[in-house]
T-cell receptor, first 114, second 111 residues
Framework: KAGVTQTPRYLIKTRGQQVTLSCSPI?????VSWYQQTPGQGLQFLFE???????NKGNFPGRFSGRQFSNSRSEMNVSTLELGDSALYLC?????????????FGEGSRLTVL | DQQVKQNSPSLSVQEGRISILNCDYT??????FLWYKKYPAEGPTFLISISSIKDKNEDGRFTVFLNKSAKHLSLHIVPSQPGDSAVYFC??????????FGKGTKLSVKP
């Protein structure tokens, strides 16, 4: 069974640009969550989608947005990039949200903003 | 406001000894707690979890203890192995739906 797939794995952008990251969840998983990991800050929750609907949103500015498609694949977009957006962006999928909470993570997309 | 705290950024242990990683939380409404392990250039992988109605859960060399009155949980690894060297994240979840993670503790197990 294929795991969570994130593309691209690495990318470099400049300030002011925008970026779109993609996530394909494990087959059958309908919930997709996005997290940002920066040094010293752990994993900070961005948002969670279930059946194409955003169910939860973290404390990030409106420049960060996402969506989920009917096949459960998800994308997140960051507009007007800032230097501080440099981070590892992790996508995770799960069967449902109201269970033991186990998430299956992808390897992440490492974004560098210059 | 940090709801899940891992106050030790790093921990160094000798191979064969016990590793104890600690985690504190502030929200008494959390229903479950999990530990994840993360190697460099990889995503976090689930290690072990515990429900708020239990005080201990064991899986091989890994045991998680929960002290609800102290809002504290710990992960014990016995015996520690060099392959256990990684960053360990504590996470908590509940009715809010999403997992809240701590900042992580980097464990180094020395041969």
């Amino acid at each position: 069974k294929a795991g969570v797939t994130q593309t691209p794995r690495y990318l470099i952008k400049t300030r002011g640009q925008q970026v779109t990251l993609s996530c394909s969840p494990i087959s059958g998983h309908r919930s997709v969550s996005w997290y940002q990991q920066t040094p010293g800050q752990g994993l900070q929750f961005l948002f969670e989608y279930f059946s194409e609907t955003q169910r939860n949103k973290g404390n990030f500015p409106g420049r960060f947005s996402g969506r989920q498609f009917s096949n459960s694949r998800s994308e997140m977009n960051v507009s007007t990039l800032e230097l501080g957006d440099s981070a590892l962006y992790l996508c995770a999928s799960s069967l449902v949200t109201e269970n033991t909470g186990e998430l299956f993570f992808g390897e992440g997309s490492r974004l560098t903003v210059l | 406001d940090q709801q899940v705290k891992q106050n030790s950024p790093s921990l160094s242990v000798q191979e064969g000894r016990i590793s104890i990683l600690n985690c504190d939380y502030t929200n008494s409404m959390f229903d479950y707690f999990l530990w994840y392990k993360k190697y460099p250039a990889e995503g976090p992988t689930f290690l072990i979890s515990i429900s708020s109605i239990k005080d201990k859960n064991e899986d091989g060399r890994f045991t998680v203890f929960l002290n609800k009155s102290a809002k504290h949980l710990s992960l014990h690894i016995v015996p520690s192995q060099p392959g256990d060297s990684a960053v360990y994240f504590c996470a908590a979840g509940g009715s809010q739906g999403n997992l809240i993670f701590g900042k992580g503790t980097k464990l180094s197990v020395k041969p």
